[in-house]
């Protein structure tokens, strides 16, 4: 790991900027779901998302039940270990939906106000 990797606002940015481009890329439809490179690039995003999560302090998951933690690390696992491709976009938009508004919303929470952006 790089320096600074153990500051768990560098994971909060992060999984914040992969929400960014998730919802770049769908636009709020799910219809934009079914084109094969935003599939594939909203899928790329939700791994790299769901494995910082993982990483976040146990104090921050603590104060945020609001979060389905456990759904979050099993979908996860489908992502990460799904290597026939099987996975359900119905399911996906589910999480873009309802999960990343919750997380997003914990998230700006916790970062300071005068913090660096992701690049700086």
Known sequence: MGPGMNDPNLYRL???AC???IEHYCGGRADRLGEPLVFDAVLRNLQTLSEATLRLPDD???RNP???W???ARFHNILVHDCLGAIDPVIVWRVIETELPLLQSALRVELPADGPGVNG
Do not use: G, N
Request: proline share 7%.
């Open 14 to 16: 992060h999984i914040l």
């Open 19 to 21: 929400i960014e481009k």
């Open 60 to 62: 921050f998951t603590v």
């Open 66 to 68: 609001q979060i389905p």
């Open 70 to 72: 456990s759904r979050l």
